[in-house]
Nanobody, 124 residues
Framework: QVQLVESGGGLVQAGGSLRLSCAASGRTSRIYAMGWFRQAPGKERESVAAINWDGGSTYYADSVKGRFTISRDNAKNTVYLQMNSLKPEDTADYYC?????????????????WGQGTQVTVSS
């Protein structure tokens, strides 16, 4: 199995920055593409960003393009999400996920492993 643990969430003012981290453990040889997703209260979970195994292919939701950057360090089995110029509408629970495929972008349902989430709150 694969375990994913997110960290780095918190409360920040609009215009501020946060860096989320997601550490993978267990049978990490099974995972290739990784992604960040978010779910705001009363809304469906949505894709934020994704990255393939070697970082050569990335995906960003239109709402975060130019503000968020996804990256990974395979030696540390960790994926990051640098979030700049945060807006109140970025407030949500952020989840890390990993897939056994290496396709970016791909559907939410194609990611097999999920973390527990970390909360991000952006105040206006």
């Amino acid at each position: 199995q694969v375990q994913l643990v997110e960290s780095g969430g918190g409360l920040v003012q609009a215009g501020g920055s946060l860096r989320l981290s997601c550490a993978a453990s267990g049978r990490t040889s099974r995972i290739y593409a990784m992604g960040w997703f978010r779910q705001a209260p009363g809304k469906e979970r949505e894709s934020v960003a994704a990255i393939n195994w070697d970082g050569g292919s990335t995906y960003y939701a239109d709402s975060v393009k130019g503000r968020f950057t996804i990256s990974r360090d395979n030696a540390k089995n960790t994926v990051y999400l640098q979030m700049n110029s945060l807006k109140p509408e970025d407030t949500a629970d952020y989840y890390c996920a990993a897939a056994r495929h290496n396709i970016v972008p791909s559907t939410i349902t194609s990611f097999q492993y999920w973390g527990q989430g970390t909360q991000v709150t952006v105040s206006s």
